[in-house]
């Protein structure tokens, strides 16, 4: 007959579990995946070409996740401490990053301060349907001009969100990067 310290003991509550590193490490991953994926999504099916600053704020997502799916495998297989809580770190330095680009962009948009000179305007709108111009039109084509935000939605741009989103991601990565392996 066991005990029921035993069985409590061999099947920790959810909660617990989502506060460890492997956890977090999914969680994380996962977390960059949707953000990066949303905005492909907007990109390809919604029809929002993205500027040059907005293709810049992919790339700590594009670094981030196999780096935060490594933490979590770290912690999965039971690698040095240190190894683990190290991936987390640059995890959270790529979504600071990330945060740090959506702040410069949103500013860029909102005035405060002038865009990278090589940023892009001109219109992105007519394609050609004729198979036959269509090398000429996207010859043609010029990305919008990162001073202008493709959308407003509850008043933040595409970059706002970013801030937001990557600030939450970097904060979990260090909440990750300090907490105990389970």
């Not at 069985?7 to 989502?18: D, G, K, M, V, Y």
């Not at 905005?39 to 929002?48: D, N, T, V, W």
């Not at 990053?97 to 860029?108: D, N, P, Q």
């Not at 865009?115 to 269509?134: I, K, R, V, Y």
Request: charged share 10%; with cysteine.
């Amino acid at each position: 007959m066991t005990s029921r310290s035993s069985i409590t003991s061999a099947s920790r509550p959810i909660s617990t579990l989502a506060e460890g590193q492997t956890a977090l490490g999914v969680i994380l991953a996962l977390g960059m995946a949707a953000v990066v994926g949303g905005a492909l999504a907007f990109e390809h099916i919604g029809g929002f070409i993205p500027c040059m600053l907005c293709l810049q704020q992919r790339l700590p997502y594009y670094a981030g996740i196999p780096v935060a799916a490594l933490a979590a495998l770290s912690s999965a297989l039971g690698c040095p401490p240190a190894l683990t809580r190290t991936l987390f770190l640059i995890a959270a330095a790529l979504m600071a990053a990330g945060a740090a680009l959506g702040v410069y962009h949103s500013c860029v948009e909102w005035g405060w301060w002038p865009g990278p000179t090589n940023c892009a305007t001109g219109s992105t709108t007519g394609l050609s349907t004729n198979a036959g111009n269509l090398l000429d039109d996207l010859n043609a084509m010029r990305p919008p001009s990162c001073s202008e935000a493709a959308g407003r939605f509850l008043g933040l741009s595409f970059a706002g969100w970013n801030v937001i989103a990557a600030s939450g991601l970097a904060l979990l990565a260090l909440k990750g990067a300090f907490a105990s392996r389970r």
